[in-house]
């Protein structure tokens, strides 16, 4: 069984920082892209920014510039800095991971459970 557990959201001003983890767990044979998605009250789930197992990243336009995908691969684990945030920046923040564990060769996708941001004054 493989799970993601995300954490750090929370409640922040305008302008101000949160970083998010997502730590991948479970019967784990290998990792390939991992990334972050968010979905606002009533709008799509949408991409964040993703990034490989060579560390190359792809953002969304809104968050170019502020936010910042890393990963650090011996502990299975993907961050989201998130600087000079803004009220539309508030949403559920989800992680999700192509993994690959010790039963199955295919790569399936999984989902964390998501963190809340909320960006207000």
């Known amino acids: 069984q493989v799970q993601l557990v995300e954490s750090g959201g929370g409640l922040v001003q305008p302008g101000g920082s949160l970083r998010l983890s997502c730590v991948a767990s479970?019967?784990?044979?290998?990792?390939?892209?991992m990334g972050w998605y968010r979905q606002a009250p009533g709008k799509q789930r949408e991409l964040v920014a993703t990034?490989?197992?060579?560390?190359?990243?792809k953002y969304a336009d809104s968050v170019k510039g502020r936010f910042t995908i890393s990963r650090d691969n011996a502990k299975n684990t993907v961050y989201l800095q998130m600087n000079s945030l803004k009220p539309e920046d508030t949403a559920v923040y989800y992680c999700?991971?192509?993994?690959?564990?010790?039963?199955?060769?295919?790569?399936?996708?999984?989902w964390g459970q998501g963190t809340q941001v909320t960006v207000s004054s």
């Open positions: 990034i490989t197992p060579g560390r190359s990243t």
């Open positions: 479970g019967s784990i044979f290998s990792i390939n892209a």
């Open positions: 999700n991971a192509d993994i690959r564990d010790w039963y199955d060769p295919r790569y399936n996708t999984y």
